[in-house]
């Protein structure tokens, strides 16, 4: 089922005015009321985003490529993670995990964030308090770094 964008919007919209009539009553600042309704549109398009692109895997898989590939997908449980860092441990390829373990901590953290938190460069960065390209420009080094033979 897809995401029905303008009937959402409404909801969406509905909900903010009465939120925003509540913060303005409890005494917040229309700039702070206006970060929040950003940060929550940004949501609110992410989500919408997801439902776009997203669809359920069929029960019985129909599709001959799904078939062909179904030994390489995995299922990870919060059980399977314990430490911050075990994904590392749960690769199959022995060498990548060990390149991964001589990077950086910061390096490390950097990758956890995009690839198991699912955050995305912009994000990173306004976490960090630095340029997207700086997060660009330090994914490109660790590729590098992971690439060499």
């Known amino acids: 089922m897809g995401f029905y964008y303008a009937r959402e919007k409404q ?7 009465r939120l925003s009539a509540w913060y303005q009553a409890e005494g917040m600042s229309a700039e702070a009321i206006r970060e929040l309704y950003q940060y929550d ?3 609110f398009c992410r ?6 692109r997203t669809q359920p895997l069929p029960e019985e898989p129909a599709s001959v490529l799904y078939q062909k590939f ?3 997908t995995t299922m990870m449980t919060d059980t399977d993670l314990r430490g911050r860092y075990d994904w590392i441990e749960s690769l199959d390829d022995e060498e990548l995990a060990g390149r991964l373990k001589k990077l950086s901590a910061d390096d490390r953290e950097l990758l956890t964030q995009i690839v198991m938190d699912g955050l995305t460069k912009a994000e990173v960065a306004r976490l960090r308090g630095v340029t997207r390209q700086s997060i660009n420009d330090k994914i490109q080094r660790i590729k590098i770094f992971l690439k060499k033979v």
């Open 11 to 17: 909801k969406f919209d509905a909900e903010w005015e």
């Open 41 to 43: 549109c940004a949501v």
């Open 47 to 52: 989500q919408r985003s997801f439902e776009n």
């Open 70 to 72: 179904a030994q390489l």
